[in-house]
């Protein structure tokens, strides 16, 4: 059985840098592409970009370079992702995606909250 | 970036009806050295992760219910919910994985009339 599992919500100051974690199980981690996305109320889903377990190659949305810096633990079959100088425009539901591209699994998701 | 223009934004439909949700894609997702369509649709229900319902334009994910049908070619889709239940009353996004960045439709919310 494929699981995703998200880290806990988090509210985080203005300018302040938040780091979120995805573990996974239930298929290869270390061939797969781990993908995440961003969900704000509208609804709208932006993808962020993907990384390759098997050599942390990237591919990132040009809109998110600079905001968005994705890793792996292929030890733990753990995503990350860290997102930097957090604003109000980054308050949203984060989704890490797994198994390839189209995104068949996702994690249950984590909202940042982004206040002082 | 390719852009996915969803239509309606919302549907009101009662239990049993025949739905359809249309997405125009600005480009064609229709690659030609394999001849397939670059296109997915997801059920997202409030406070759950979205779900891959179709891929390639038309092959439903296993587990899905064959009366949700996806068809289309080119920069034109459609995905149809035959006989409509009240487990489907969510939001359905199409998506194109032609090209990074993927991008995402706005979503059509399917409610109950």
């Known amino acids: 059985q494929v699981k995703l599992l998200q880290s806990g919500a988090e509210l985080v100051k203005p300018g302040a840098s938040v780091k979120l974690s995805c573990k996974t199980s239930g298929f290869t981690f270390s061939t797969s592409y781990m993908s995440w996305l961003k969900q704000v109320p509208g609804p709208s889903i932006e993808w962020i970009g993907w990384i390759y377990a098997g050599d942390g190659g990237t591919n990132y949305n040009q809109k998110f370079k600079g905001k968005a810096t994705l890793t792996v633990d292929k030890s733990s079959s753990t995503a990350y992702m860290d997102l930097s100088s957090l604003t109000s425009e980054d308050a949203a539901v984060y989704f890490c995606?797994?198994?390839?591209?189209?995104?068949?699994?996702w994690g249950q998701g984590t909202l940042v909250t982004v206040s002082s | 970036d390719i852009v996915m223009t969803q239509s309606p934004s919302s549907l009101a439909v009662s239990a049993g009806e025949t739905v359809t949700i249309n997405c125009k894609s600005s480009?064609?997702?229709?690659?030609?050295?394999?001849?397939?369509?670059?296109l997915a649709w997801y059920q997202q229900k409030p406070g759950q992760s979205p779900k891959l319902l179709i891929y390639w334009a038309s092959t439903r994910q296993s587990g899905v219910p064959d009366r949700f049908i996806g068809s289309g070619s080119g920069t034109d889709f459609t995905l149809t919910i035959s006989s409509v239940q009240a487990e489907d009353l969510a939001i359905y996004y199409c998506q194109q994985y032609y090209d990074t960045p993927y991008t995402f439709g706005a979503g059509t919310k399917l409610e109950l009339k």
């Open positions: 995606a797994g198994g390839g591209i189209p995104f068949a699994y």
């Open positions: 480009q064609s997702l229709l690659y030609s050295g394999n001849q397939k369509n670059y």
